[in-house]
């Protein structure tokens, strides 16, 4: 699934966000999980929750940046150097690390974009910072500090309830892309839908270089103009795939269940046929019950059918009862020219 | 020594925290459509619930005047005067008795979080302290954007380095402050949402009001749907579709 196989690849992108509105803000809880188990080390930036949230995810180090602004009792007392000297203070013990910012929302809202911008750039050109991922609330923003937010980064994954209503964007922007497509199955419940975002990078010998430490974001973001050194017009192209997902429990644990479409769409045609089994047995169980009570003369009326009557009855064919004939539909795959391997995508 | 608050059980049972404390280190969100509906009496259901417990409260109160408050509290039989000493009242109206005025140079809404710290750290500690913000919409007409910001990440930090639940009245029928709110919604535990009937008038339903409690864990949302009554000297609550008992 690619979502998740994005997450498994994410030391190779140096700034990703991670999107979620009210509704869906488990499922940031459930790919936090999966980060923290995936990365080598994970450090969290707290502005939001309290430090013992963060055990769930066993952390290297969770860095309280609350306290900062309780000491300024509501002013903006640190500059954001001030916050990337602390930041660093605590990581230096480190070598390497996927630095988690929960959540960049409350950094935004407090400094402004560009001060959050000028924040990024300073906390990735750590030595003992691998990638960044940041959480970001899409229903707090204004669009156009999403879509600059968008073009920073270099892969997106955004939540959507099954609720929200979709907001009309403009055709080719980043935000137009971020809008999930039409599920496969419109009649097929699911609670969520995501939608990752990543820009197909450059290959050298068929193999991806190893990131440069303290890469820029900005060179490497979706928004990065793409490089053509080759003769190949895949490169630099956002590539966005669309996922829905059920919430489900499992052992004591929230997650997120994949729809298979192919199973949906086979029960979806199973149910379709029993609940018409299921009326015509509850129609001939109403209609023995009338013919009882007449026979025992508490029912003023006549129902009792005549043989002929008996005879045109039972030759008429009911609609639901005729056989459907087994689909002849065939799916063809045509896949992309330059699409030849599935994972090629993923290789970011 | 202090009796559980009993004030509107139909709504107390609805909450995971018990009837004899607040949550500590949460923040609440109270929203009401001002034009239509006023959600203010969930204020006073906390506010009395606070102070019966023993704790102590800070009413940041930009909307109304003490003799309003006390005045629906006598109403609900529940006297601000016999709880005084552990209510810290902050007159952001006419400024009286010690109150605050907002002014942009001279008094801004960081003095007011400074005065909020220090009349917690004078009251001592306590396994209660509240802090009531009334209403966060009139606050936005008087202050720049970025200022309330930084004075709601103030509190916000409050709550969760010093354990004090913050509640925050705000209207939800602003286009302008929508943002705000969905910002609230995500960093706070419980929010309340009060709205009129979309029927119109009834006689035994005054409103709605939808419940949405957070996992603490998992940050998933469990959202129940209340009718309310208002009376003359309580509040009813019963499940959407039943009458309030």
Redesign the interface.
């Known amino acids: 699934w690619r979502m998740f196989s994005l997450l498994s690849k994410l030391q190779r992108c140096p700034l990703t966000f991670i999107c979620d509105?009210?509704?869906t803000?488990?499922c940031?809880?459930i790919v936090l999980q999966h980060i923290a188990s995936q990365a080598q080390g994970c450090c969290f930036l707290s502005f939001?929750?309290?430090c013992e949230?963060f055990a769930?995810f066993h952390p290297l180090e969770v860095i309280d940046m609350?306290?900062a602004?309780?000491q300024?009792?509501?002013?903006?007392p640190h500059t954001c150097t001030t916050l990337v000297n602390m930041v660093r203070l605590r990581l230096e013990e480190y070598s390497t690390v996927t630095l988690v910012i929960h959540?960049a929302?409350?950094l935004i809202?407090?400094f402004?974009l560009v001060a959050f911008r000028t924040f990024i750039s300073s906390i990735a050109n750590l030595s003992s910072v691998h990638n960044v991922v940041c959480v970001l609330?899409h229903?707090?923003?204004?669009e156009q500090v999403l879509a600059s937010l968008y073009q920073l980064s270099s892969a997106l994954v955004t939540f959507q309830s099954c609720s929200s209503k979709l907001q009309p964007r403009t055709e080719g922007s980043v935000l137009q892309a971020c809008t999930p497509k039409p599920p496969l199955l419109p009649d097929v419940p699911y609670d969520v839908s995501c939608v990752t975002l990543v820009r197909r990078q450059l290959q050298r010998g068929g193999k991806a270089d190893a990131p440069a430490q303290g890469p820029d974001p900005a060179a490497h973001g979706l928004g990065a103009t793409s490089k053509r050194t080759y003769a190949d017009r895949s490169v630099g192209r956002l590539l966005s795939f669309t996922e829905y997902f059920q919430?489900v429990h499992k052992d004591d644990r929230?997650c997120l269940e994949p729809i298979d479409w192919k199973k949906a769409s086979q029960a979806s045609s199973t149910g379709t046929r029993k609940a018409a089994d299921l009326a015509g047995v509850a129609a001939g169980s109403l209609a023995h019950d009338i013919i009882a009570s007449q026979s025992h003369g508490t029912v003023p009326f006549n129902l009792q059918l005549t043989e002929e009557e008996r005879k045109a009855k039972d030759s008429v064919v009911l609609p639901y009862t005729k056989e459907v004939a087994p689909s002849k539909g065939v799916i063809y795959v045509d896949p992309d020219e330059f699409d030849d391997d599935l994972d090629d995508d993923l290789d970011i | 020594f202090f009796s559980p608050c009993t004030m509107f059980p139909g709504l107390q049972t609805q909450l995971p925290w018990g009837d004899s404390e607040v949550p500590a280190?949460e923040l609440l969100l109270v929203t009401h459509a001002a034009t239509e509906v006023d959600g203010r009496f969930l204020l006073h259901h906390f506010l009395t619930q606070g102070l019966k417990v023993g704790g102590h409260a800070v009413l940041c109160a930009f909307h109304h005047t003490l003799m309003h408050y006390s005045s629906v509290q006598k109403k609900l039989d529940v006297p601000l005067e016999t709880m005084s000493e552990r209510l810290h009242f902050i007159d952001c109206v006419t400024g009286a008795d010690e109150g605050f005025l907002y002014e942009p140079a001279t008094a801004p809404?960081?003095a007011?979080?400074?005065r909020i710290?220090r009349q917690l750290e004078a009251a001592g500690p306590s396994d209660a302290a509240l802090v009531l913000v009334d209403d966060l919409t009139t606050v936005c007409s008087l202050a720049p954007l970025?200022e309330v910001?930084?004075?709601v990440?103030?509190?916000?930090?409050?709550a969760?380095?010093?354990g004090v639940c913050v509640l925050i009245l705000m209207g939800n029928d602003v286009p302008e402050e929508a943002?705000l709110v969905?910002?609230l919604?995500?960093?706070s535990v419980a929010h309340f949402d009060v709205t009129a009937l979309a029927s119109g008038y009834s006689r035994d339903v005054t409103g709605l009001a939808s419940v949405a409690i957070?996992?603490?864990?998992?940050?998933?949302?469990d959202v129940k749907q209340l009718q309310y009554k208002v009376l003359d000297s309580t509040v009813r609550f019963g499940l959407r579709g039943s009458i309030p008992q």
């Open positions: 509105d009210v509704e803000a488990q940031t809880t939001e929750q309290h949230w769930q609350k306290e602004f309780l300024g009792c509501g002013e903006l959540s929302s409350a809202s407090l402004g609330h229903d707090v923003h204004e919430l929230l | 280190g809404l960081a007011l979080s400074q710290v970025q910001l930084a004075f990440w103030g509190l916000h930090a409050l969760k380095e010093r943002h969905n910002m919604r995500h960093i957070r996992n603490p864990v998992t940050l998933q949302r």
